[in-house]
């Protein structure tokens, strides 16, 4: 085994939470400090190290992330309001591909396999074809099969749902549900910063809470791993295991699933460096605020949504002014545009605004729209944005919507800036 391998082995067997020096993992396994070093940086790559600033590095595990882009023959059969007619033993399967059966039998055979499921209507020569591969089917229209193709496929214990929706129903019904499912698993959350960091915690019931020396202006209580609450650490003189519940600081916990800019408006509005993370009362540790803070690159989600990337392809920014032919798909049904498609273009102008301001982590706090005019299908507007005052944690924003030199709506926003943490 080389000197690499050896310490990474080491680094493995380490607890959560536990530090790690070169100068430790030198001394302990005889080892140069230059291997060492290189053999943290690696562990750091493959997520069981992190190196916080004036902490040092710690022990962490490594997060997998479960891949929810793939929907099993049940989640099908729910969103699609279909009805099983074959199959109930596969419904937990996941899917492997969908196809479309919009071609000739002779070159859809090509796209059957094993695990796959076909979109197809009444066509029972391809409903045999499929079978034959062991593909599931989703007969649309309201159809079934026919009762000796109906016998082959219960022998083969093959799903098969029947759907009353059409074809292209049913294939953007799916598509919406893998962007859904897409968009929930790329969202940052606190899961993914999580760090058993136990010099921020205090055990009220075994540690002495006069000898603990506190690492951060809050200080976590537990008792063993239950969360009970976290306290001022100018406090810890007077708290104690029987009075503690009157220094709780209220609501500043995170679930695992709190979003990144959820945790961004509570650092800010609290002024805190740290935030515990708890699950079913238990303590799983805390985010750090150079962590929270830094920026992030929004990653390109597997599958848009479709009606999302149409109006994307027809909106011209530049100039801090945003152009935009007002589609069906952003208005209600008297054809006049949404207030939550304005308001989408209005995001979409206060993102492009802000970026000229080296702004890139914001939250809209409030907003207030006067319509003066209705803004209706097919019309073409312009959204011109200004910010008219900025300060140190907020700023305010005016947009304008007009068309034809005729304004037609306003918007004021308050917007909250984060503060980017340049030392991340």
Do not use: C
Request: proline fraction near 2%; avoid cysteine.
């Amino acid at each position: 085994m080389s000197k690499h391998e050896r310490i990474m082995e080491y680094l493995y067997s380490l607890e959560e939470g536990a530090k790690i020096s070169v100068r430790q993992i030198s001394s302990h396994l005889d080892v140069s400090e230059g291997t060492s070093y290189r053999s943290i940086k690696q562990a750091e790559k493959e997520g069981i190290v992190k190196t916080i600033p004036r902490v040092g590095s710690i022990r962490v595990t490594k997060r997998e992330v479960e891949n929810v882009k793939e929907l099993t023959f049940e989640q099908i059969k729910q969103i699609t309001n279909g009805q099983l007619i074959s199959g109930s033993e596969q419904l937990e399967k996941t899917v492997g591909r969908i196809i479309i059966g919009a071609m000739e039998l002779g070159a859809l055979k090509a796209y059957l396999e094993p695990g796959a499921l076909l979109i197809i209507g009444n066509r029972e020569d391809v409903q045999r074809a499929a079978l034959k591969t062991n593909t599931g089917l989703l007969i649309t229209g309201g159809f079934g099969m026919s009762s000796d193709i109906l016998k082959e496929a219960q022998a083969l214990k093959l799903p098969v749902i029947s759907t009353p929706y059409d074809t292209f129903t049913v294939a953007t019904t799916i598509q919406r549900e893998i962007y859904s499912m897409s968009l929930s698993n790329e969202m940052i959350r606190a899961a993914d910063f999580v760090m058993k960091e136990q010099s921020y915690v205090l055990d009220i019931y075994k540690s002495n809470r006069l000898t603990y020396i506190p690492n951060d202006k809050i200080t976590i209580l537990v008792d063993k791993n239950r969360y009970l609450g976290t306290v001022k650490s100018s406090e810890l003189h007077i708290v104690d295991e029987h009075n503690y519940k009157n220094f709780i600081i209220d609501d500043i916990e995170l679930a695992p699933k709190t979003t990144l800019k959820r945790m961004r408006q509570l650092m800010t509005w609290e002024q805190l460096n740290i935030l515990p993370v708890v699950e079913d009362g238990q303590f799983v540790g805390v985010v750090h605020r150079r962590d929270v803070f830094k920026e992030m690159v929004p990653e390109k989600l597997f599958g848009e949504d479709l009606n999302e990337n149409v109006i994307e392809r027809r909106i011209d920014l530049s100039d801090n002014k945003l152009t935009v032919e007002v589609l069906p798909m952003m208005t209600d049904e008297f054809g006049s545009l949404k207030e939550s498609s304005f308001m989408s273009l209005v995001e979409k102008l206060v993102r492009t605004v802000l970026s000229s301001y080296n702004i890139y982590s914001y939250h809209i706090d409030t907003y207030h729209v006067t319509q003066m005019k209705v803004i209706q299908l097919q019309q073409e507007i312009t959204l011109s944005g200004v910010v008219i005052d900025i300060g140190h944690q907020f700023l305010r924003l005016e947009v304008e919507a007009e068309s034809h030199n005729v304004i037609y709506s306003k918007a004021l926003l308050q917007v909250q800036i984060y503060e980017q943490n340049k030392n991340a």
